[in-house]
């Protein structure tokens, strides 16, 4: 079921700009990042395996087009960590703060 949101990831208040900068996201995911409490730095996102997939490689290819500008090593970081989640079911940061 396309409904089913299998994937909980972890992800910074910069991962959202940047997903939302970079991404084609729309629908609910649009939202759930839009509804992002302006005090929270890390929240675990909900998604699909299908809006996972579909992400990275968006993420990936702002970075191999050259569209991500000056953002390229933080979308990369970003698209590592999602690809990272998708493989191993680990969508934990690990912050070193």
């Known amino acids: 079921m396309m409904t089913d949101l299998t994937e909980r990831i972890q992800l910074t208040r910069e991962h959202r700009d940047l997903i939302l900068k970079y991404g ?21 996102v909900g998604m699909t395996r299908v809006e996972l997939r579909w992400l990275i490689g968006d993420l990936s290819h702002s970075c191999v087009k050259g569209t991500a500008g ?8 970003l698209a590592e960590h999602l690809e990272y989640a998708q493989q191993t079911g680990d969508g934990d940061l690990d912050i070193l703060w």
Not at 24 to 44: H, Y
Not at 70 to 77: G, L, M, P, S
């Open 24 to 44: 084609c996201v729309s629908g609910r995911l649009e939202a759930s990042l839009r509804r992002w409490p302006k005090d929270q730095v890390v929240r675990r």
């Open 70 to 77: 000056h953002d390229i090593e933080a979308v990369n970081d």
